[in-house]
């Protein structure tokens, strides 16, 4: 399963970390996504990373200030986030496929391996 880690409650324009860990199996050979929902709003895809060629994506929201990055030897990903909105606020979710198309599309409906999620509050 995948458990995500370090959500919280930061200013506007403040930094977070949150991290996703392997546990119980392995998800090197997955690639290794972020998605969030808000409160009242259809889940949404954040970034991802592809395990085999290293390409990132980012949403346009947050192209610029979130950055993902995968650490192999622990099987975890990381995702930083910078210059916090308000906006930003959501419950996020660590995802895992291994099909690109279906990580990086706009819901991830079709994903089958999730975490519980992470909260982050951006307070204005």
């Known amino acids: 399963q995948l458990v995500e880690s370090g959500g919280g409650l930061v200013q506007a324009g403040g930094s977070l970390r949150l991290s996703c860990a392997a546990s119980?199996?392995?998800?090197?050979?997955?690639?290794i996504g972020w998605f969030r929902q808000a409160s009242g709003k259809e889940r949404e895809f954040v970034a991802a990373?592809?395990?085999?060629?290293?390409?990132?994506r980012y949403a346009d929201s947050v192209k610029g200030r979130f950055i993902i990055s995968r650490v192999n030897t622990d099987d975890t990903v990381n995702l930083v986030m910078n210059s916090l909105k308000p906006e930003d606020t959501a419950r996020y979710y660590c995802?895992?496929?291994?099909?690109?198309?279906?990580?990086?599309?706009?819901?991830?409906?079709?994903?089958?391996?999730w975490g519980q999620g992470t909260q982050v509050t951006v307070s204005s």
């Open positions: 119980g199996r392995t998800f090197t050979t997955y690639h």
């Open positions: 995802a895992a496929s291994t099909y690109w198309g279906t990580l990086i599309s706009p819901t991830g409906s079709a994903i089958d391996h």
């Open positions: 990373i592809n395990w085999l060629s290293g390409t990132i």
